[in-house]
């Protein structure tokens, strides 16, 4: 079974939900809803906004060199969700 490195849609922060799951730089990632999910993967290099935030959890992920697990995943989505609310 294939977990996500999100917890949460980068699009709408809804849940990320099982059928909304691709794989970008060799990571699952996921989304809340399958259209979503198509047309990131459709359209990877005109989606900066959400290609930044999976290159953000990539890019600690591999400084941290920590495998990864729900919690950590859930760790990281409640420090973005934090982060979003003070900009």
């Given at each position: 079974?294939?977990?996500?490195?999100?917890?949460?849609c980068p699009r709408s922060g809804k849940p990320v939900?099982?059928?909304?799951?691709?794989?970008?730089?060799?990571?699952t990632v996921g989304f809340c809803n399958p259209h979503?999910?198509?047309?990131f993967a459709a359209?990877?290099?005109e989606r900066p906004n959400d290609t930044r935030y999976f290159d953000a959890l990539i890019k600690e992920?591999?400084?941290?060199?920590e495998k990864i697990?729900?919690?950590?995943?859930f760790?990281?989505?409640?420090?973005?969700?934090?982060?979003?609310?003070?900009?």
């Open positions: 079974m294939n977990i996500a490195i999100n917890k949460y939900v099982a059928d909304s799951l691709t794989t970008y730089r060799g990571v979503c999910r198509d047309d359209n990877v290099d992920l591999d400084h941290e060199g697990n729900e919690k950590h995943i760790d990281r989505d409640v420090r973005r969700a934090r982060f979003l609310d003070r900009v």
